[in-house]
């Protein structure tokens, strides 16, 4: 009994520790996404890169503006990013806040063995494609839920 309960100390003080990750904010002028202290940030000709020091993999952010892409196409254009052949029904999109419409499509490439996850919020003109990639090896606890919290905190500003 009493190594039940050194057990379930351990465990109880080791979660309580594990999960606290310091973060920062990284602001544009039209969005805002939380990520951990100590991921970097590239700014590429306005194509961000946020990425954690061992470069494992990436969060980027690309915005376009004045393009004039139908909703009938988004989806054809998220499959060709990756030269996909998967059925357009594989990407989930639904109605968003601020009337963009949300795009959703999870990708592996086996050659590269990459995880991608794909968010494209589209209104009008407007497109944001922010997209997660990670190597294989590494697309698993931590690392995993850490992408996932700062693709998730992704929000736009207008």
């Given at each position: 009994?009493k190594?039940?309960i050194?057990?379930?100390?351990?465990?109880?003080?080791f979660?309580?520790?594990a999960?606290?990750?310091p973060?920062?904010?990284y602001?544009?002028?039209n969005?805002s996404?939380t990520?951990?202290?100590?991921?970097?940030?590239?700014?590429?000709s306005?194509i961000?890169?946020?990425?954690?020091?061992?470069?494992?993999g990436?969060?980027?952010?690309s915005?376009y503006?004045?393009?004039n892409?139908?909703?009938t196409?988004?989806k054809?254009?998220?499959l060709?990013?990756?030269?996909?052949a998967?059925?357009e029904k594989?990407?989930k999109?639904?109605?968003?806040?601020?009337?963009?419409t949300?795009y959703?499509?999870?990708y592996f490439d086996?050659?590269?063995?990459l995880?991608?996850?794909?968010k494209?919020l589209?209104?009008?003109?407007d497109?944001f494609?922010?997209?997660?990639?990670?190597?294989q090896?590494?697309?698993?606890?931590?690392y995993?839920?850490?992408?996932n919290?700062?693709f998730d905190s992704?929000?736009?500003k207008k």
């Amino acid at each position: 009994m009493k190594k039940i309960i050194l057990v379930l100390s351990f465990l109880r003080a080791f979660f309580s520790f594990a999960q606290n990750v310091p973060t920062k904010v990284y602001d544009s002028k039209n969005y805002s996404i939380t990520l951990p202290e100590d991921w970097k940030v590239t700014n590429d000709s306005e194509i961000i890169n946020i990425f954690p020091g061992n470069q494992i993999g990436a969060i980027t952010i690309s915005e376009y503006h004045d393009l004039n892409l139908p909703k009938t196409e988004t989806k054809k254009f998220i499959l060709a990013l990756y030269k996909s052949a998967d059925d357009e029904k594989k990407i989930k999109s639904k109605s968003g806040k601020k009337g963009y419409t949300e795009y959703f499509y999870e990708y592996f490439d086996e050659k590269e063995k990459l995880y991608w996850t794909t968010k494209v919020l589209q209104k009008e003109k407007d497109l944001f494609l922010v997209t997660i990639n990670c190597q294989q090896k590494y697309w698993n606890g931590n690392y995993m839920k850490l992408f996932n919290e700062a693709f998730d905190s992704f929000k736009i500003k207008k």
